[in-house]
C-alpha cells in the first residue's frame, strides 16, 4: 500500500481500530448472525480518537439536492423477516445550495433486502469505543427498506470498508438512500480529520 492510502486508511478508518475483526471465513460459516449498524460521530481531538453514537451521513441526489440521515439499528444476516430488523433516526432535505432545508422528520427500518460481508484487514491500534463495546467491526454492504414519518418509503445502503488492506477500492464509505421517487445516490466523501460521513457495521457477541 503506497503512503498516500496508508494516510487516507488513518484519518478515515478510526472507527474500527483497535477492536477485533472477525475472520472472513468464520462470519460466513456463521448460522445467523447479529449485526448492528451505526452512523456514528467521531472526535478527532482525543488520543485515542473516540467513536460515539449520533453521527450523521450525506448523499446526494442528480440534482446536487441532498439528505442527512442519523441513525442505528440491527438485524439478522440470514432473515428477512421484519421482526429481525429494528432501529432508525432523522432525516433532512436540502435543497441543492446545501443549506436550504426543504424536509425533515424521522425514518424507521422495516424490512431487510440483504448483507453480505466483505474482505476485512486485521485492526491497527486501539480507540475509545462508545458504539459497541462487545462486537466485531467488519466491513460489507447492508441494504435495508425504510418508512418516513408523514409516509413514503425508501431502500438505505450502508456501505462500510474498514481500515487497512484486505477490502477492496470499490467499496465505499458512507450511505445511499432513496426517498419515494428520488434516488440519493452519490454519497458525500468522508473528509480526513472531519467528523461526519463514516458508517460502523459490527457483529454482536
Same mark, same amino acid.
Given at each position: 500500500?503506497?503512503?498516500?492510502?496508508?494516510?487516507?486508511?488513518?484519518?478515515?478508518?478510526?472507527?474500527?481500530?483497535?477492536?477485533?475483526?472477525?475472520?472472513?471465513?468464520? =462470519?460466513? =460459516?456463521?448460522?445467523?448472525?447479529?449485526?448492528?449498524?451505526?452512523?456514528?460521530?467521531?472526535?478527532?481531538?482525543?488520543?485515542?480518537?473516540? /467513536?460515539?453514537?449520533?453521527?450523521?451521513?450525506? =448523499?446526494? =441526489?442528480?440534482?446536487?439536492?441532498?439528505?442527512? !440521515?442519523?441513525?442505528?439499528?440491527?438485524?439478522?444476516?440470514?432473515?428477512?423477516?421484519?421482526?429481525?430488523?429494528?432501529?432508525? #433516526?432523522?432525516?433532512?432535505?436540502?435543497?441543492?445550495? #446545501?443549506?436550504?432545508?426543504?424536509?425533515?422528520?424521522?425514518?424507521?427500518?422495516?424490512?431487510?433486502?440483504?448483507?453480505?460481508?466483505?474482505?476485512?484487514?486485521?485492526?491497527?491500534?486501539?480507540?475509545?469505543?462508545?458504539?459497541?463495546?462487545?462486537?466485531?467491526?467488519?466491513?460489507?454492504?447492508?441494504?435495508?427498506?425504510?418508512?418516513?414519518?408523514?409516509?413514503?418509503?425508501?431502500?438505505?445502503?450502508?456501505?462500510?470498508?474498514?481500515? #487497512?488492506?484486505?477490502?477492496?477500492?470499490?467499496?465505499?464509505?458512507?450511505?445511499?438512500?432513496?426517498?419515494?421517487?428520488?434516488?440519493?445516490?452519490?454519497?458525500?466523501?468522508? /473528509?480526513?480529520?472531519?467528523?461526519?460521513?463514516?458508517? !460502523?457495521?459490527?457483529?454482536?457477541?
Amino acid at each position: 500500500m503506497d503512503r498516500s492510502k496508508l494516510k487516507r486508511w488513518g484519518f478515515l478508518w478510526v472507527i474500527a481500530v483497535g477492536t477485533s475483526v472477525l475472520p472472513i471465513s468464520l =462470519a460466513r =460459516a456463521a448460522n445467523n448472525l447479529k449485526i448492528r449498524w451505526d452512523i456514528p460521530s467521531i472526535d478527532f481531538a482525543t488520543t485515542p480518537f473516540t /467513536v460515539s453514537p449520533g453521527g450523521h451521513a450525506t =448523499a446526494i =441526489a442528480n440534482d446536487g439536492t441532498s439528505i442527512t !440521515l442519523t441513525g442505528s439499528g440491527t438485524f439478522s444476516s440470514n432473515s428477512g423477516r421484519p421482526q429481525n430488523v429494528t432501529g432508525g #433516526g432523522t432525516w433532512e432535505t436540502f435543497a441543492e445550495d #446545501g443549506v436550504t432545508v426543504t424536509g425533515s422528520g424521522t425514518y424507521a427500518v422495516t424490512g431487510f433486502v440483504s448483507f453480505v460481508l466483505a474482505p476485512a484487514p486485521n485492526p491497527p491500534a486501539p480507540l475509545i469505543n462508545n458504539v459497541c463495546s462487545d462486537c466485531m467491526v467488519h466491513s460489507g454492504l447492508a441494504v435495508l427498506r425504510i418508512a418516513y414519518s408523514g409516509g413514503g418509503n425508501g431502500v438505505l445502503v450502508i456501505s462500510c470498508n474498514a481500515p #487497512g488492506e484486505g477490502t477492496p477500492e470499490s467499496v465505499f464509505e458512507g450511505i445511499t438512500v432513496t426517498k419515494d421517487f428520488i434516488d440519493y445516490w452519490d454519497r458525500h466523501n468522508p /473528509v480526513p480529520g472531519v467528523d461526519g460521513n463514516r458508517t !460502523l457495521i459490527t457483529i454482536l457477541q
